[in-house]
């Protein structure tokens, strides 16, 4: 799900660019990220104004024996934003669990006119808890995330849902360290492509 303000939606085309990634979970147990619900919140630094996108993993574009994920296509004006904050929605099998980053990522990426900006790949995690009663690990329901890049798979998905932005130059965004243990980022320069 994707929520942007109406603002931005009406935006000029030609001062547009757009924004792509994938959303998902893994699918290892016990830290299946597949129960729950992860919600990327992002900020314009010029207008302060939010969106979101969200993933309830009930729905995948590709899917693995590892992870599960959804691809997001947004068009923004040009400027500068902020992945801002990551929240989390899950149960721990007796209650729902929520979690979110404690302080504002602030990591910063770049939108340019009549291009795509490609983010990467976030999987949700859960954390997990072994239970006194069964001996048993389980996933309790507090997510993170772990950025990396799926370039190769997630473009053909782009090309694939949006034929109309082949002609778009690509380009993957470089995102720094995150200072939330609810955000690891794995490769901290964007590959080449």
Known sequence: MISIPEDFQTADKASQGFLVGSLGATTIWPSTGENLQTTLIFRSTESNDRF???????????????????????????????????????????????????????????????????????????????????????????????????????????????PELSSFRFRAAALQGSPSNLLKIETKTAPQG
Not at 129 to 150: D, Q
Request: glycine share 6%.
């Open 52 to 162: 979101s996108v969200s993933n309830d993993n009930n729905d995948s574009d590709f899917k693995t024996t590892r992870v599960s994920s959804s691809l997001f296509t947004l068009p923004l004006p040009a400027g500068t934003y902020q992945l801002d904050t990551v929240t989390f929605k899950g149960t721990d099998g007796r209650k729902t669990v929520q979690t979110q980053s404690d302080k504002p990522l602030n990591i910063s990426f770049h939108i340019i006119a009549g291009e795509v900006t490609y983010l990467g790949q976030f999987i949700a995690s859960s954390q997990v808890s072994k239970s006194p009663l069964w001996n048993t690990e389980y996933p309790n329901g507090r997510g993170y995330l772990t950025h990396s890049y799926a370039e190769k798979q997630d473009k053909a998905l782009l090309y694939q849902q949006h």
